[in-house]
């Protein structure tokens, strides 16, 4: 009886590095979904498994009693388990790098709509893993220059992103800081 209960807790240990190293989230084209039941069953399994373990331990035997306890334990830590995953993936990050501001901060766009120096927009194209993307641009006023107008054509790069429209400068100007 021991050793099934503690080959049961190490299964759910293991399942529970898995979830460890590769997560509970996994992207679908271009979405995400997370896979709640793995973390789950590893929480099921190790509490299962400890608890009939300790059960053995101490001389009792196989009861329906015992049975029950097992399955209530082993039923609720399943369930917190789901719940703290959907809880989670829900919760916003705090990580500068999952903000959708930031997301393109850096990259290199071609204007495809002149900018006007107004606050008129104007747009830009950028390859982003293959895909191509296309924004309402207007220039950043975090430096405090001006930049006139920009041809289609010019390369520009992307500040910040607030909503739909990219705040960016010109890639001569970002080049000549480099």
Do not use: C, H, K
């Not at 015992?66 to 399955?71: E, H, K």
């Not at 920009?150 to 910040?160: D, L, M, P, R």
């Amino acid at each position: 009886m021991r050793t099934a209960s503690a080959l049961i807790f190490a299964a759910g240990l293991l399942l529970a590095v898995r979830v460890m190293f590769f997560g509970v989230r996994r992207s679908v084209g271009a979405d995400f979904t997370n896979r709640a039941s793995r973390l789950a069953a590893a929480a099921a399994l190790a509490v299962g498994g400890a608890t009939s373990y300790v059960w053995a331990s101490l001389g009792g035997g196989l009861t329906a009693g015992w049975a029950a306890l097992v399955l209530v334990l082993s039923g609720v830590a399943a369930a917190g388990a789901w719940w703290l995953v959907r809880v989670s993936a829900a919760a916003g990050s705090a990580d500068p790098e999952d903000d959708p501001r930031f997301m393109y901060q850096g990259f290199v766009g071609r204007v495809v709509r002149p900018i006007q120096e107004t606050d008129s927009d104007g747009r830009i194209a950028l390859q982003v893993d293959g895909r191509s993307l296309e924004l309402d641009a207007r220039w950043s006023q975090a430096s405090g220059a001006t930049f006139g107008t920009a041809a289609v054509g010019t390369e520009v790069v992307i500040e910040v992103v607030e909503g739909d429209v990219a705040y960016v400068e010109p890639w001569a100007l970002v080049e000549g800081r480099l």
